[in-house]
């Protein structure tokens, strides 16, 4: 009896806990383990290359914007031009050539959003200009820079101010409306055409070097200033 019961207990397979992994069962854990290890990996890079992606983007949308803020404040607040005064100056757009640079510009306007200081004896009211300057760096490429003379009412050259808005711009274009179509010209100084208002609206271009899309960014200022010039009223909003 007592030996049929230990034949029986021998037949009786090991409890599983003490049981080893068969070479199968191994392979097939260390492929599931590699699957597993692959897709977090992928999952890591795409997720560090968009960040990066998004950080670049972000890091050349925010200088942009920068630079677009400054702009549309100097449109907003330009200065109506008047029949005389030196104060009252103009607005010209194109190829322009301003007083005191060498240098063509793409936009000169008087706009009220200088600095009041007191070490400083210049009013509110100041010449801007918007150009594109070789890059100080010299690779080539063209920066934005913006002008100012606060000094309106010196006999002598004027000092200008060169404040640097935005590297790597491969053209600027600025554009304005009087109502009925788009000119790239303008100049409230030429009395030889109906153009010496301001105009009602002002369009930026702007081609970026380093773009992937060719199309320009743009910028679209409203002018809600208006003054009488020759004999003619216009009153835009």
Not at 43 to 57: I, K, P, V, W, Y
Not at 92 to 103: A, D, E, F, H, Y
């Amino acid at each position: 009896m007592m030996r049929h019961r230990s034949i029986a207990l021998a037949d009786r397979p090991l409890p599983r806990a003490h049981q080893a992994f068969t070479l199968l069962e191994l392979l097939l854990s260390i492929g599931a383990a590699a699957l597993i290890l692959l897709a977090i990996q992928s999952t890591l890079f795409t997720t560090l290359r968009l960040q990066d992606r998004m950080t670049g983007a972000l890091e050349a949308a925010v200088p942009l914007e920068m630079a677009f803020d400054v702009l549309r404040r100097d449109l907003q607040c330009v200065v109506p031009p008047k029949e005389s005064g030196i104060l009252s100056g103009g607005f010209r757009c194109g190829t322009v050539l301003s007083t005191g640079i060498s240098q063509p510009v793409s936009l000169e306007l008087h706009t009220s959003t200088g600095t009041l200081l007191v070490a400083e004896p210049w009013g509110d009211i100041q010449r801007v200009t918007y150009s594109l300057k070789p890059s100080a760096e010299g690779n080539g490429m063209q920066d934005l820079y913006r002008g100012v003379c606060r000094n309106l009412l010196t006999t002598s050259t004027p000092e200008i101010e060169d404040q640097l808005l935005l590297r790597n711009v491969r053209q600027l274009d600025i554009q304005s409306y009087d109502g009925l179509a788009w000119y790239p010209i303008w100049d409230t100084t030429d009395t030889s055409t109906s153009r010496t208002n301001l105009p009602l609206a002002v369009r930026v271009l702007l081609h970026r070097e380093n773009d992937d899309d060719d199309s320009p960014v743009q910028l679209l200022v409203p002018i809600g200033t208006q003054s009488r010039t020759n004999s003619t009223t216009t009153v835009g909003g």
